[in-house]
Structures are given as C-alpha cells and as structure tokens.
C-alpha cells in the first residue's frame, strides 16, 4: 500500500528530524538511565508530530473535483486540526529543548540542532495551513 503521506516531503522531514530525537532520547533516558522529564518529553511527543503531519497531508486533493463539496470542507478543516496538533506537541518539544539547552543537558549541540529544525517545520506548517485555510474561504487572499 502506498500512502500519499509517504511521498509528502514535510512528512519525510519530520520522521527524519523525529527518530534523531527519539533516538537520542530513548539512549540518555533509557539505556543511559538519565530520568530527565525534558528529554522524556522530547521523546514521546516526538512521533506525535510526524503521525499528525501524516494525517494532515494524507488528502487526495485530485478527487476534488469528484467529491461533493461539504466533505471536501470536512477534508481541508479536518487537515487544518491535523496541523494544529502537530504545533501543539512541537511546541512541548521545543519547550522542553529549550530548558536542556539551558540546563546544558548533554548533548547541547544536537538539542540546538533540534530547536533549529523544529523552527523551520513551524514555518512550513504554518504556509500549509493558510494554503489549506486559502482553499476553504478563497476570498481570503
């Protein structure tokens, strides 16, 4: 099977900047056994981003034209909530990076490279979702 999500590049950005930080996260906490509730939740909300972002882009937007229009709207308004959650777990996670940093919790340098990440995936979100909100109320632009 294969899913539109997989082809979507914000997707593959997000997983990819994802299982760095799950990974890291599951060595200092699990095997390295540092109990740090930051780094706890830089590793759970994690995968949160990447499953809502797939969520969110997995629209067949070419069936448009063959769809009636109230499911189309129920479509963009379900991605747009989609987004808004991806936003809610990757705040918590550069919240979280944010207070590693400044608790110089090793690996600092990898935490900074994260924040630095996740602030280019708040942007691309945020084009997305006024695409998707340009879509719903055209006279928006």
């Given at each position: 099977?294969?899913f539109?999500f997989e082809?979507d590049?914000?997707?593959?950005?997000?997983?990819?900047w994802?299982?760095k930080?799950?990974?890291l996260?599951?060595?200092?906490?699990d095997e390295q056994?540092?109990?740090?509730s930051?780094?706890?939740?830089?590793?759970?909300?994690?995968?949160?981003?990447?499953?809502?972002?797939?969520?969110?882009?997995d629209?067949?937007?070419d069936?448009?034209?063959?769809?009636?229009?109230?499911?189309?709207?129920i479509?963009?308004?379900?991605?747009?909530?989609a987004?808004?959650?991806?936003?809610?777990f990757l705040q918590?996670i550069r919240?979280?990076?944010?207070?590693?940093?400044?608790?110089?919790?090793?690996?600092t340098?990898q935490?900074?490279?994260?924040?630095?990440a996740?602030?280019?995936i708040?942007?691309?979100?945020?084009?997305r979702v006024?695409g998707?909100?340009?879509?719903?109320?055209?006279?928006s632009?």
């Amino acid at each position: 099977l294969d899913f539109a999500f997989e082809q979507d590049a914000l997707y593959k950005k997000v997983c990819k900047w994802s299982d760095k930080l799950h990974e890291l996260g599951h060595i200092i906490y699990d095997e390295q056994g540092f109990k740090d509730s930051d780094i706890f939740r830089v590793t759970i909300n994690a995968f949160l981003v990447a499953s809502k972002i797939a969520y969110a882009v997995d629209m067949d937007e070419d069936s448009f034209d063959l769809e009636d229009e109230h499911i189309i709207k129920i479509e963009l308004e379900t991605s747009i909530r989609a987004f808004s959650l991806a936003m809610t777990f990757l705040q918590r996670i550069r919240e979280s990076l944010v207070i590693l940093i400044n608790k110089k919790v090793h690996p600092t340098n990898q935490w900074r490279a994260s924040l630095a990440a996740s602030d280019e995936i708040v942007l691309e979100i945020q084009k997305r979702v006024l695409g998707l909100k340009q879509k719903l109320d055209p006279k928006s632009k």
